[in-house]
């Protein structure tokens, strides 16, 4: 499976732009993958963060009124439940028959159903996958080892940069596994102290699990080569940068992202405050 990955059209056009990019550009190849991902993120993940912030405000807008159409489903089951002689079960599926409804009725009309907010995972986890096989493949001779892999395989082998000069080899410092989780681990934190509300006990399991995916990671970006490794940790900086821009005011109206009740007016002063009365864990 995985070899049919690496020699799949996807992934040689990944591959195929990476070394467009390197030629035309002449840069270092560290830098060829910095300016890569960065430009990757900035074209095809930006825009979908953007519109998947933007479903997530037009459904939050809607719990207003959905609310008063709740009190007023109420009323009538109240009614029916005395015309109808309704027991209680008969009353509890009508009411949330209706609500249902109702709520579908509201999504339709603002366009906003919550399926569209994984639009983001649809471009970003392929986006990740082809360049990460792809600079696998340019680090190892792969999949097959003919003259041009060879020759991509030696520019790789001298362009690298500070502590990774090599970057066919690992980083044995760890200093870009290291990185790359703290990156991960960040952002977690990130959505964490900007939560409005008490959070779910399953809402706080799925942040524990994500925090110990970030810490196995590490092992993991320790084996790969180092143009993956670099790869990663650029990408999760990004990852880290496009969540705190996305929660500026002015940037969200520059993204036409709808103003809710829960967007706070100095998101970045909330954090220093988060931080500074230390609920970073909480």
């Known amino acids: 499976m995985y070899s049919d990955l690496s020699q799949s059209s996807w992934v040689m056009n990944t591959q195929h732009l990476l070394e467009t990019v390197h030629d035309y ?14 430009s990757l993120r900035l074209a095809i993940t930006l825009p979908l963060a953007a519109y998947q912030h933007s479903i997530y405000a037009r459904l939050e807008n809607l719990k207003p009124e959905m609310e008063g159409i709740l009190k007023e489903l109420k009323k009538e089951t109240d009614r029916a439940v005395v015309m109808y002689k309704w027991d209680a079960k008969t009353a509890k599926l009508a009411f949330h028959k209706s609500a249902k409804k109702q709520w579908n009725l509201l999504v339709q009309r603002d366009n906003c159903h919550a399926f569209k907010a994984t639009v983001l995972l649809w471009g970003q ?29 030696l520019s790789l082998s001298s362009g ?27 952002i977690i934190q990130l959505q964490v102290m900007n939560k409005v509300g008490a959070t779910s006990r399953l809402a706080n399991t799925i942040m524990n699990v994500l925090r110990v995916l970030c810490v196995v990671m590490i092992p993991i970006a320790a084996y790969a080569p180092a143009d993956v490794a670099l790869y990663w940790t650029v990408s999760s900086f990004y990852g880290l940068t496009q969540n705190l821009v996305l929660l500026s005011p002015t940037f969200r109206r520059f993204f036409r992202i709808p103003v809710t009740p829960l967007e706070r007016p100095h998101p970045y002063q909330h954090i220093l405050n988060q931080i500074k009365a230390h609920r970073i864990f909480q």
């Not at 550009?25 to 960065?38: F, S």
């Open 25 to 38: 550009t002449h840069l270092p190849w560290w830098a060829t993958i910095v300016v890569t991902t960065v």
């Open 125 to 153: 986890i392929p986006l990740w996958v082809c360049m990460s096989v792809a600079l696998r493949n340019m680090a190892m001779m792969l999949p097959v080892q003919t003259v041009d892999a060879q020759l991509i395989y």
């Open 160 to 186: 690298g940069f500070g502590w990774i000069p090599n970057l066919t080899d690992v980083d044995h410092s760890l200093i870009l596994p290291v990185s790359m989780s703290l990156a991960n681990l960040a």
